[in-house]
């Protein structure tokens, strides 16, 4: 019952946002409905199965051309840390007294690293590499994991594909579970 009132009231707010946006354009002049080219600009999130993943692709070569120059002053030349995290090693310290979370250790899907790296990084710079570049880093940050080859060059079929180590690392919490009524 209570989680029934919740979804009323999150449909009820969603309804009144968007009454909003459209009212504010409306009555008072201010403000209008974002074009179908500004939302895609912002929608850019990458399913963790690959779904979303953009044309192009990149190799572990050119990735680490991109890594020394845009990556390393804040990662490390090889991954392994600085200012910004850890990005390679660790796998199999999970469950260790001294845990070593990084790209190779802990993350369930190689998409989201695509996803995150385009989205977020270089730190000081996001969303300024092209695709072929991300691709290339992410190929280059998985080489140093050992989960690609050194010669691997990485597509959206090819990245999806991948299998990360710590894939079955993670439990399910169904709760809450809001279609069980
Ligand atoms: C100016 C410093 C800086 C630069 C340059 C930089 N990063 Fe980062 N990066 C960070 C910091 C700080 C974090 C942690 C951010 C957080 O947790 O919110 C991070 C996080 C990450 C993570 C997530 C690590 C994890 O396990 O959570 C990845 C992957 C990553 N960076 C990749 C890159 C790549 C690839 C580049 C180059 C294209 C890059 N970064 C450039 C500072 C930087």
Redesign the pocket.
């Known amino acids: 019952m209570a989680r029934l009132d919740l979804k009323a009231v999150l449909l009820a707010s969603a309804l009144a946002m968007l009454g909003a946006a459209v009212n504010a354009e409306e009555r008072y002049g201010i403000g209008r409905a974002a074009t179908p080219a500004e939302i895609a600009g912002w929608n850019i999130d990458i399913g963790r199965d690959g779904a979303n993943l953009p044309p192009g692709s990149g190799s572990v070569a050119r ?1 680490r051309v ?2 020394s120059e ?6 490390g030349e090889s991954g392994q840390g ?6 390679a090693g660790g796998q199999g310290t999970l469950a260790s007294p001294k845990p070593i ?3 190779g250790s ?2 369930p899907y190689a998409p989201t ?1 695509f996803d ?2 385009r989205r ?6 996001p969303q ?2 092209d695709n072929a ?2 691709y290339a ?2 190929a ?2 998985l080489s140093l994991n050992g989960i690609v080859p050194e010669n691997a060059v990485l597509d959206a079929t090819s990245l999806a594909a991948i299998r990360m180590p710590n894939r079955d690392g993670f439990i399910s919490d169904p709760r809450p579970d809001v279609h069980n009524h």
């Open positions: 990735g991109v890594f845009q990556c390393a002053s804040c990662h600085g200012v910004g995290d850890r990005l979370r990084t790209v802990y993350w690293l995150y790296i977020a990084m270089p730190q000081n710079a300024s590499l570049d991300v880093v992410s280059y940050i």
